[in-house]
């Protein structure tokens, strides 16, 4: 069986789903990685961590790029800083090779989710990328895929995994 990583699955439906005029939030920026490809992609791109040392990655290697914004702010914020997005991009868990404790954890993504779903545009899309093997990361899993399947604002158009024990999970949802 064919065994695509998480990250290509969300950067091939990035590729499907974005537009020139589209304005996009990555709420954990991380090294930058989904930053970047989504600046290539889209109108503007705000960028969001609580760790400096990702918001440094982040702004080295987007440093080509004059559509992106990077707020050193936890994503429960987002809405103080962009009133209205297109597209929300959350990559769950911890910066690699970087303080493991600096994750992120159920209830502060719970509520970045409840606080900023109501600015996402309709028809606008939510992508979120699970990991589960670190501690937190499968009741993260559980309880966050659980509240966004039952939310009536929100369509499931899929959900990605594979078959190993606790593998990471990638979920895109449109807004009705
Ligand atoms: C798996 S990494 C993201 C990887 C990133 N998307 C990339 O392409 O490199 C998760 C990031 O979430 C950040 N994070 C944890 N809690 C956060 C919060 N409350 N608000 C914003 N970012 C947070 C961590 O600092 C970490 O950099």
Known sequence: MSRLHVTTKAHQWMNQIENPESIVVDATAGNGNDTLFLSKLAKEVF??????????????RCASQTNVRIICDSHERIFEHVKNFD???????Y???SDSTL????STTLNALKLNLP??????YL?????R??????????QISSFLENDPQLG???????????????????KC
């Open 119 to 124: 600015f996402l545009n309709k028809k606008g």
């Open 133 to 142: 093997k670190h501690p937190g990361g499968n009741e993260e899993y559980e």
């Open 103 to 106: 994750c992120t954890q159920t």
């Open 127 to 131: 992508l979120i990328t699970y990991y």
């Open 47 to 60: 960028a969001f961590d609580i760790q400096n040392e990702a918001i440094e990655k982040t702004r080295e």
């Open 156 to 174: 499931l158009l899929e959900t990605y995994t594979y078959e190993e024990d606790l593998a990471p999970v990638f979920q895109i949802f449109q």
């Open 87 to 93: 597209v929300l991009v959350f990559n769950l868990g």
């Open 95 to 97: 910066l690699p090779n």
